[in-house]
């Protein structure tokens, strides 16, 4: 479903490159973990896959069920079922989060010639979404994400990723900032994501999701390369050795 080839890609705006030849491939039905320390480039890896135009690829290439996606803009890669959970998800003043939902929604069920969803229905599948993540409904009538705790964007940031059912789901960092009734919460909405046709993309620091979500394969990222592939086995290694030892074999 995805394959990154010596993929380099450096900030457009100071040109310092922070992806130095990075291949990744996840086929669909897998859960991937992506490891690594602070600054390794794993949330600038989930912006590149988004299309986020801060970035430039400079070399390489990213194939989405093997076609190239690098001269698509975001809309265009969401609509063919990307999706990016961000690490700090953005609040965006002045637009409901049911307004912004239903503009989403139905933005995908074009992109797939669907009709749009009668008004009972999408208000239905959010009411049902939003309670399997135990989430008050009355919370969606707010702006997205204003004046929500940590914990909350992060519940609504699964929440847009239940309802517009990508196929290739890029988790970064949705643990941090979670207790751990909320992780529980949170990873059994991502399980219940998890099919043969869609491929799902964990980034997190930490092994303890990993326990909640677990992955068929761990791969560890290091100054912008991925350094070591493993099973759910090597997570286990990095909680009980750190990175040093790893890195220190790669190099
Ligand atoms: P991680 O998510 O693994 O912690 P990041 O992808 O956030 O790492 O960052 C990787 C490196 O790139 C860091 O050194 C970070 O400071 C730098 N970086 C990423 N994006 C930018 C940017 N837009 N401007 C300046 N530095 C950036
Ligand atoms: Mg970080
Ligand atoms: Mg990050």
Not at 40 to 45: D, F, H, P, V
Not at 104 to 121: D, F, T
Not at 140 to 159: M, T, W, Y
Request: overall charge negative; charged content about 25%; some cysteine.
């Amino acid at each position: 479903m995805l394959e990154i080839k010596n993929l380099h890609a450096r900030i457009a705006e100071s040109g310092t490159e922070i992806i130095r030849g990075l291949n990744l491939t996840v086929k669909a039905g897998e859960v991937a973990a992506i490891m690594g320390p602070n600054g390794s480039g794993k949330s600038t890896l989930s912006y590149i896959l988004a299309g986020r135009d801060d970035y430039e690829v400079t070399e390489g290439d990213i194939l989405y069920n093997g076609e190239s996606i690098l001269e698509m803009d975001p809309a265009e890669r969401a609509a063919k079922g990307l999706f990016l959970a961000f690490q700090y998800p953005m609040e965006i003043p002045g637009v409901a989060t049911m307004e912004f939902l239903k503009v989403a929604m139905n933005s995908q069920r074009k992109a797939r010639g669907e009709e749009p969803l009668k008004v009972p229905e999408f208000i239905k599948r959010v009411k049902d979404a939003a309670g399997t993540l135990e989430m008050d409904f009355n919370m969606l009538k707010r702006p997205v994400n204003v004046g929500f705790s940590g914990g909350e964007k992060k519940r609504a940031e699964i929440l847009q990723m239940k309802l517009l059912e990508p196929k290739l789901c890029v988790l970064d960092e949705t643990d941090s900032g979670l207790d751990i009734d909320a992780l529980k919460i949170v990873s059994d909405g991502v399980n219940a994501l998890r099919s043969p046709d869609r491929a799902i993309i964990v980034i997190t620091h930490y092994q303890r999701l990993l326990d909640h979500i677990v992955p068929d394969t761990v791969h560890v990222l290091y100054k912008g390369q991925v350094i070591k592939s493993g099973d759910k086995s090597l997570a286990l290694e990095l909680e009980e050795n750190g990175y040093a030892g790893i890195i220190e074999e790669a190099a």
